[in-house]
């Protein structure tokens, strides 16, 4: 969203709320399903980030290349979350949902990339807990089995080009060990966890970077920015603006409201 021109008031009635609950860091685990033996990544990530930021963090740990369409659902109210490019009637833009909006402990969900029914992913809430305010990021707990090669188009069709790549003695052995050299992104961990930070820095801080100039003077004037501010998070929609941001150590939080002039 972008910052309508007229601001006039601030709300700091709810700062204690909101700084508990951006505290909250949510344990999910990500499973493709119809695979055997399962993959799977269990994560623990920041309830402040929105489920657009969680597409990206399954494109990251599942070795996808984002060449799809994307989409969750909710299992219990079986509502629909895509991007806002993609948007229909009724339905709800992944870039306005944190996880603290959406996510209960036991909930269910659906993540699908591509609309053939073939990459679908389930995500189960584990866990809820409490993070270092100051420190938010992502972390990998735990995984289980390589990636998929998203070129395969299907997990039978991915399964049938592995059991090639292993039998050396098959006819189209060579040219499968270059399709998968070609094509396939290996699951490796460091790489993973570099890339998961690279989503911290660059969505969390700076998706909102147009909006920075617009309020930067009344951020400044209400809170007086030194260099020991840094603004960790900035969602705006129609009507409002919620600023999250570390000063000397400790997370404020602010919500600015258009005029109605």
Known sequence: GRIPVFWYTIDVNNEERNMRQSKYAYQIRIELNHTNPSVYRVLSIPGILTLEHLHEIIQVVFGWKDYHIHYFIDGKT?????????????????????LNDVFTIGDTWLYHYDDNEEWVHTITVE????????????????????????EAGSIQSYDE??????????????????????????????????????????????TYEDNY????????EYFQFVDEETVVDLTCDAGSCFVQFVKMNDLKSVHFFQSES
């Open 127 to 150: 866990d809820r807990f409490l993070q270092d305010a100051t420190a938010y990021s992502v972390h990998l707990l735990d995984w289980e089995q390589d990636n998929v090669t998203e």
């Open 161 to 206: 080009r592995k059991k090639i790549l292993l039998d050396q003695d098959h006819e189209d052995h060579a040219a499968m060990v270059k399709w998968f050299q070609l094509s396939h992104i290996e699951f490796d961990e460091d790489t993973v966890e570099e890339q998961l930070s690279s989503i911290m820095a660059n969505d969390m801080y700076d």
């Open 213 to 220: 100039e617009q309020i930067g003077s009344l951020l400044e």
């Open 78 to 98: 079986k509502k629909r979350y895509e991007p806002s490019e993609e948007n229909k009637e009724n339905v709800l833009d992944t870039e306005q949902y944190t």
